[in-house]
């Protein structure tokens, strides 16, 4: 309508008019596409808009043998406005079908996005199931610095695992996949008789089937980002116990990846001082997955049982990713430009644990840091002050040195600020307020300077934000003693 016409109704009619168009809140009453992509900063087309998953069943086949992974997705999701279609994010993989409300429904692919066009459409409110089954050789997927994640084979072909930091999980199943977007997981995974099959959570069954196949059946209470999701197929010593608070603990190491015992029997130790540190343990279940050594460049924190990359090297490195656990996998967040929030707290966590254990302190990490001094912190003499940790480039720094070193000198000049009895009480309140939801570093800054109650604005400018090296401060305030709470 033209809006000079429209401009000579009178109220009244102009409010009839739009009731016949829009519902109370200007939504139009027919469904609209979900967005493809939620405009992530470094991740764009990352995750989808019009929807929130609430749970995932993912059913997985898989035969080292052929490298053929089936699949079945059943997503469970709350529509956030009326839709006509929605998208999956998924690389690869043949579609064989896509039901919605048990009705077939219409699909295309483009990309790495899978659009779906329901028999009807959904309206806003509603809980919808969405079921895919899905097929194929999976492909990895590279990342704007060089590794890789996805769906990957161990270098003997005798086994594989599925990761995806960032955005790897598209490559073994269709999902939203955005950090912003956590849900509740079912995942069964059938291998070859003789194989293991790990996963996240606890695992609820284990069943032989008459063929010799074996079905894992493994569950997630908690929220879930899908990039922390993981399988792993291959033939492990698996280790299971309590820790001693009685948070079950399930470990998979790979044959040959004996020298990695050690490190990962320390797992419930560590776990109880996580608690002593950071508050609750978020999970319902705690572990680790080591596998064969080449098979990934890198650890990961996937939620519940971190993944190694041969036998890791040091208890630090189990350390690390077990603080992901409240640090990144709990409090997960808003966007992948706030990774300094997972990572410079995982490492502040290893400068934590060295401190309580007889290492150099916090402090004289900070220190080596500014020194150079690698014989106390070897990421001391790396790029540590290339760009400040909230504002990193782009997407392929988002893992360099100043996110993890930089990030975790952020929280030690807090420390350095309040004193050990505010800091200890705004991280263990960090973990608790958030706790299995989302947040960004202008939630962090905020909530730090409520906390303690101290304008911590120059801390941000110079350390967070500030290009450049910072500088020492002037007159610095030495730590208290610290000692487990």
Known sequence: MDHRVLSRLAAPAVAALLALTTGCTGETVQGRPGASGVRDPFFPKAGNGGYQVEHYSLDLDYDPADGQLHGTAVITARAEQGLSSFNLDLSGLDVEGVWVQDEGARFNRTGNELTVRPAEDLERGEVFRTEVDYSGRPRPVTDPDGSQEGWIATPDDAGAVGVG??????????????????????????????????????????????????????????????????????????????????????????????????????????????????????????????LPAGTLRYALETQTRPVFSGAPGSAELVLHELAHQWFGDSVSPKSWKDMWLNEGFATY??????????????????????????????????????????????????????????????????????????????VRGWAADHRHGNASTADFTAYAQQKTGHDLREVWDEWLYGKGRPKAPKTPKAPEASTTP
């Open 165 to 290: 930091e960032p955005v790897g999980s598209m490559a073994w199943f269709p999902g939203n996949h955005h950090p912003s977007d956590k849900a509740t997981y079912d995942i069964t995974v059938t291998v070859p008789k003789g194989y293991e099959a790990v996963a996240n959570g606890e695992l609820r069954s284990r069943t032989q089937e008459d063929d010799g196949r074996t079905v894992f059946a493994w569950h997630s209470a908690e929220p879930m980002a899908s990039y922390l999701a993981t399988v792993a197929v291959g033939k492990f010593k698996v280790t299971t116990g309590r820790t001693a608070s009685g948070i079950p603990v399930y470990s998979a190491v790979a044959r040959g990846e004996t020298a990695g015992e050690a490190a990962i029997a320390r797992l419930p130790e560590m776990v109880e001082w996580g608690i002593g540190r950071f508050g609750p343990y978020p999970f319902s279940a705690t572990g680790a997955t080591v």
């Open 349 to 426: 966590a290893e400068w934590l644990w060295s401190e309580d254990h007889g290492g150099p302190s916090a402090q004289q990490h900070f220190d080596a840091y500014l020194d150079g001094d690698t014989e106390v912190d070897a990421g001391a003499g790396s790029d540590w002050d290339a760009f400040p940790p909230a504002a990193p480039p782009g997407p392929k720094e988002i893992s360099a040195s100043p996110v993890y070193g930089r990030g975790a000198m952020v929280l030690q000049r807090v420390r350095q600020e309040v004193g050990d009895e505010k800091f200890f009480a705004l």
